[in-house]
């Protein structure tokens, strides 16, 4: 039985916010030059006791090359000089881990396709693994910005801590809310537009959804909560 759960989203930055979300272990951050995309791993502690995993880059077409800037964030740092390998220890009972790698592409020529690939094991069991592979995909980022066809509605951070900020300005009178796995409404808010933030410090880390509603769209997001 798989003991963490790996849920992982790409954000690709610099003009319009937008997220993603892939069931299978391989994600495309489309780029193009000048350009940050984000892979990010979300790891969750299934079990009612402490969790540790380890780490290892299996193959990193990134680091050293020419064109290419990389940051690599683990459960305990955000590095450009990375290791290969690595340890987080004692991830309490249905908390979160967030684990991510920022790609920037500064060539002035299209960037070519290149490779990440992760392994994560339980050091306890080492059946309970899984691996995930970044690819670059040559591209303009609108591609992954269309999927909800609200190109205009921008939420960040995700992950959050205290504050979640929505930018819809072309949305007009619209309704916000924060909704549990279970469905259950925690915050509801009206909003005229512009930008509105929601207050998330009393809410315990995890996964929700954010729902907005208007006459001119309706768009949910993926929201995760980490501190």
Known sequence: MKLFTLLIFTLTTLGLHAQVNFAQDTMDLILDHGY??????IIENNTSGNLSYKY???????????????LMCD????????????????????????FAVYVTHNASTPPPTKYFT???TNPNNPSDADTV??????????????VDNNDNIGVFPNPASNFIDIQAPAIGKATLRLL?????VLIEVNTDGGNTRLNVTDLPNGMYTLSLTSEAAQTTRKIVLAR
Do not use: H
Not at 36 to 41: D, L, Y
Not at 56 to 70: A, H, P, Y
Not at 133 to 144: D, F, K, M, N, Y
Not at 180 to 184: K, M, Q, T, Y
């Open 180 to 184: 549990n796995l279970s469905g259950s």
């Open 133 to 146: 592979t970044l690819r670059t995909v040559p591209g303009a980022p609108a591609s992954v910005n269309n």
């Open 118 to 120: 992760l392994a994560l």
């Open 36 to 41: 940050q995309a984000e892979g990010k791993m």
């Open 56 to 70: 290892r880059i299996l193959l990193d077409e990134f680091k050293g090359t020419s064109g290419w800037d990389v």
């Open 75 to 98: 459960c305990q740092n955000c590095i450009e000089n990375y290791p290969d390998t690595g340890t987080c220890n004692d991830l309490p009972p249905t908390e979160f881990w967030l």
